[in-house]
């Protein structure tokens, strides 16, 4: 979604920067365009996983049997639990 909104706005900049269009209007635009990449930035080392609520539910679950049979989750285990736990509140 931020892709197309992305593709937008480029389109956006290009018609406002080639029309005679209010100054504040361009404005906006730039505006959007540096949000976009700071977002990009703040985003860079992170992992979008494209699941779905129910199944980020399951593998909570899954997650939490493993901890109570094995006691412990390792590191990166233990991370993912906390992601999903926190994503599904």
């Known amino acids: 979604m931020l892709s197309d909104y992305r593709n937008w706005l480029e389109g956006e900049l290009k018609l406002l920067g080639n029309a005679s269009h209010h100054a504040y209007a361009f404005g906006q635009a730039n505006m959007a365009k540096r949000a976009l990449e700071q977002l990009d930035a703040a985003l860079a080392d992170e992992l979008p ?21 094995d ?9 993912l639990r906390a992601a999903l736990a926190a994503a599904l509140t």
């Open 49 to 69: 996983l494209g699941l779905s609520r129910s199944e980020a539910a399951a593998a909570l679950v899954d997650l939490d049997r493993l901890a109570e049979r």
């Open 71 to 79: 006691g412990t989750l390792s590191g990166p285990l233990a991370a």
